[in-house]
Every structure is written in structure tokens, then in C-alpha cells.
């Protein structure tokens, strides 16, 4: 039977991105970054479950895109991919921090662990309002 698994899947979402940039959980109850954390955890569900997704095992790649107002960026590349990635990954080994205020939400990942990235791109395109892009697909494994 051939495995019919969506392989790569790529979320929209309005407004900027989270971003990491100190030691504490952008997960935790109250953190600055939680509307962005948010945002993205209800648009990636939504991408998901339209899908049929199940998060990914094996080495992936990560793609993000940045749309904002020419001369506007927020951060830098390093600490946008670090949100997004954080947001993305299974979320159960930071539960010590207690992730009850994300609801249905603490489920949602694309992909098990940060250690499975294998590529990284970050581009930025010109544009009025602010939206990013974000793709996590699976790379095929070497024989």
C-alpha cells in the first residue's frame, strides 16, 4: 500500500511572526508573544485538518517568508525562525511549564523536534501589511 501523507505543508498568516529572543517560554501563560503563538497555532490547525496532516518523524526543511513594509522588519532572521520553529515542534517537552491556557491548541505540530531541520530559508518580500509564510516539508532520506 503507498503511504499517502501529505509531505509538505505551507501556512499563511496575517501579522507578524513570534519570535524567540530570551530564556523565557514564548508558551508560557501571559508571554508577550502570545497572540502571535496564537495566531499561528489556529492557522496551522486550520492548514492541518484540511490536509489531513500528521506531523513529521523524519528530517524536514523550513521555509519562512516575511512580507512587511519596505524598511519595517521587526528582527532579525535567527530569532523568526526560532518562534516559528518553537511554535511548530511538539510542544509535550516544554509541558513543565504548563500549557493549559493553549487548550486544543497544545496539540498542534508539524513536526516532532527542532533536530530534525535539515534546511532553513528565510526571505523577506516587500509589501503594505505585515503576513508571513511558513513551510515545513519532509526530506527524503538518502539511500
Not at 511554535?87 to 513536526?111: N, P
Not at 527542532?114 to 511558513?134: F, G, L, N
Not at 513551510?135 to 539511500?143: N, S
Amino acid at each position: 500500500m503507498q503511504d499517502t501523507r501529505a509531505v509538505a505543508l505551507t501556512v499563511k498568516v496575517n501579522g507578524l511572526p513570534p519570535v524567540k529572543t530570551e530564556a523565557l517560554s514564548i508558551f508560557a501563560a501571559g508571554h508577550r508573544q502570545a497572540t502571535r503563538v496564537r495566531a499561528l497555532l489556529q492557522a496551522t490547525c486550520a492548514a492541518a485538518q484540511r490536509t489531513g496532516w500528521t506531523p513529521l518523524s523524519g528530517p524536514i526543511e523550513v521555509d519562512l517568508v516575511l512580507r512587511c513594509p519596505p524598511g519595517h522588519r521587526t528582527s532579525d532572521a535567527s530569532t523568526l525562525l526560532g518562534g516559528v520553529c518553537a511554535v511548530l515542534q511538539d510542544k509535550k517537552r516544554v509541558a513543565s511549564i504548563g500549557l493549559a491556557h493553549l487548550g486544543v491548541l497544545v496539540d498542534v505540530a508539524l513536526y516532532d523536534d527542532d533536530r530534525q531541520i535539515r534546511t532553513m530559508t528565510y526571505r523577506e518580500e516587500p509589501a503594505e501589511d505585515y503576513s508571513y509564510e511558513v513551510r515545513v516539508a519532509a526530506v527524503p532520506t538518502a539511500v
